[in-house]
């Protein structure tokens, strides 16, 4: 069991939906929930807060869930959360993250039908039981089962963060052989892919295939797989596929190309070096630049070496300037105490000035976002006052009145006009009523784009990456309104959202949309997610003149305000 934040919440997320599960007392449940949301927000690590009693003393610890995170520091393990296994059939739970499904209604599947796991649920759903059930029917029973299908589709994959970080712990590994020169991480993590099913390297060395694998099996946690391709295949101690390319250093960019990939990429590079008379597997090149050149291409960055017409582009000498991280000027989308944020206004200014922003937007929860502490109409005039101050002290960095503003059903931005109207910007986000048709959704977005006071729509589709899909509506009206009343579309760099998807940046920026990156921090270390959606814009091929976070102050502020008058 990892003591990292994101291992220790989701050991309470776990004992919360195991308690739901038995339909024990909310308010346990409910408890268990905001100690793991207290736990994700700490500043630093879950170890100093237990030493130095800031843990024990942080809003949302009880003495329970203290005790159960002293257990998971000390001995690796939670008994409470091994009892409750022992307890619940272990399919339920997985059963949990279905849409359509909560935990009193499993516990009836379970109790009137005996399900007891997916695969009975399935067969439950595609033979009428479960539509049978009191207050299921035919729609629950097939949304239920179009979430079966997602979740199958996902159980390969990991988020693009999540196969970094392994990526990174095997990519050291492999770099430490004493025959290893270098060692780089290619594929889907490289060319900053949302999802990853696999982690592929290249490795710089003088060893054989065969003596490469042996020196790798002696690494500990990796199990040797079926070979594929030229690749030298193992698993992670995760169970992830890897691919190891190995090649000495005069083809090690051969190498680390064919890492990279994908597949289509490859294929039109290989078309290329014929119609050249050459094998590309043969062009001797220490770096990819040099092979790239050998092609008479400009060298094509991995983030766009999907298939499209990079090729023709690279030919041409048309590839976009991309975004770079050292080109943003502000900082958007942040969340502070005054909503569900860990951060007061005073210490986010302070650490925006330290990452290198010159100005910054914070945008709390709305009042209808109850469930995130949304703000009242009075916090928001008390956040104001103090955004004054705090201002006033920090002359360094210009700091932003904004609001993450929810659009109603009725495609309504929360508070009056007079109350949006003090506002510098803002962020219009869905956050509810997700199941509309798409005709409802695109009209409640279209009306939503049609408020003077919207400046940025944020995280466009809701889509949570492999937990829930996108809502559906009318994408080219969005983009083609967005466009046409001047209000930019966010990408958001939360990692289980990064949304807009790339391959939608790229079509909304093909109809005239401008882009926000947005943070979504609610906490220190949140403040990366900016690189996140830095990476996606950068896949999506946009430059620094298509992101607002890329604008001065006065020029951000100038378009926010240009939709008023």
């Known amino acids: 069991m990892s003591s990292d934040r994101l291992g220790v919440a989701h050991t309470l997320d776990q004992i919360a939906d195991y308690y739901e599960l038995k339909e024990d007392n909310p308010f346990r449940v409910r408890a268990f929930r905001n100690a793991a949301r207290a736990v994700l927000a700490l500043p630093g690590s879950v170890e100093d807060a237990l030493a130095d009693g800031s843990l024990a003393k942080t809003r949302g610890i009880g003495p329970a869930t203290l005790a159960i995170v002293k257990d998971l520091l000390e001995d690796g393990r939670s008994e409470v959360l091994e009892q409750l296994k022992r307890e619940t059939p272990p399919g339920l739970l997985q059963m949990l993250d279905l849409p359509g499904l909560g935990a009193s ?22 033979d009428g039981r479960l539509a049978a059930l009191p207050r299921f029917g035919e729609k629950t029973a097939a949304k239920i089962l179009k979430g079966i299908d997602f979740s199958r589709g996902a159980q390969s994959l990991q988020l693009w963060r999540d196969a970094a970080r392994e990526a990174e712990v095997v990519r050291s590994a492999l770099a430490g052989l004493p025959a290893v020169t270098r060692a780089l991480t290619g594929g889907e993590v490289r060319r900053h892919c949302e999802l990853v099913g696999a982690l592929d390297f290249a490795v710089e060395t003088d060893l054989d295939a065969e003596q490469l694998r042996d020196a790798i099996a002696a690494l500990p946690g990796l199990a040797p797989s079926p070979a594929a391709g030229h690749a030298i295949s193992f698993c992670s101690p995760a169970g992830t596929p890897l691919r190891i390319h190995p090649a000495p250093r005069a083809r090690f960019g051969g190498a680390l190309l064919a890492a990279t990939g994908n597949p289509s990429h490859l294929a039109q590079l290989q078309a290329r070096a014929q119609q050249r008379s050459l094998s590309l597997d043969a062009i001797p090149a220490t770096d990819e630049t040099g092979l790239y050149g050998a092609l008479g291409l400009a060298e094509i960055p991995p983030e766009l070496r999907e298939g499209a017409d990079e090729v023709e582009r690279a030919a041409s000498q048309q590839l976009p300037r991309l975004l770079e991280r050292s080109q943003l000027r502000g900082l958007l989308h942040c969340h502070t105490t ?28 709305s009042r209808s976002a109850a469930y995130a502490g949304g703000m009242s109409v009075a916090q928001v005039e008390q956040q104001w006052a103090e955004l004054d101050a705090v201002a006033a002290e920090h002359p360094d960095i210009r700091l932003f009145k904004g609001i993450e503003s929810d659009i109603l059903v009725d495609g309504a931005l929360d508070y009056d006009d007079a109350l949006l109207a003090g506002f510098d910007f803002v962020i219009g986000s869905v956050h509810g009523r997700f199941s509309l048709t798409e005709s409802e959704m695109t009209g409640r977005l279209l009306r939503a784009l049609d408020h003077p006071f919207l400046t940025i729509l944020g995280h466009p589709t809701g889509r949570l990456l492999l937990s829930r899909e996108p809502y559906r509506f009318d994408l080219d009206a969005v983009f083609r309104k967005a466009a ?30 401008q882009f926000a990156l947005g943070a979504d921090a609610h906490g220190v270390s949140d403040m990366v997610y900016m690189d996140y959606a830095t990476a996606i814009a950068r896949k999506a091929g946009l430059e620094s003149r298509d992101v607002l976070n890329a604008l001065e102050a006065d020029a951000f502020l100038g378009f926010a305000r240009a939709r008023r008058s």
């Open 105 to 126: 209604r499993i516990k009836l599947i379970h109790e009137k039908l005996g399900v007891r796991n997916i695969t009975e649920l399935e067969a439950a759903a595609k």
């Open 338 to 365: 005054y909503s569900d944020g860990s951060l007061g206004l005073e210490e986010l200014a302070r650490l925006g000035r330290a990452a290198g922003y010159s100005w910054l937007g914070v945008t709390d929860h």
């Open 484 to 513: 046409a009343n001047r209000v930019a579309l966010e990408i958001n760099g939360d990692p289980h959202r990064l949304d807009l998807d790339w391959r939608l940046v790229r079509r909304a920026h093909e109809l005239g949309v």
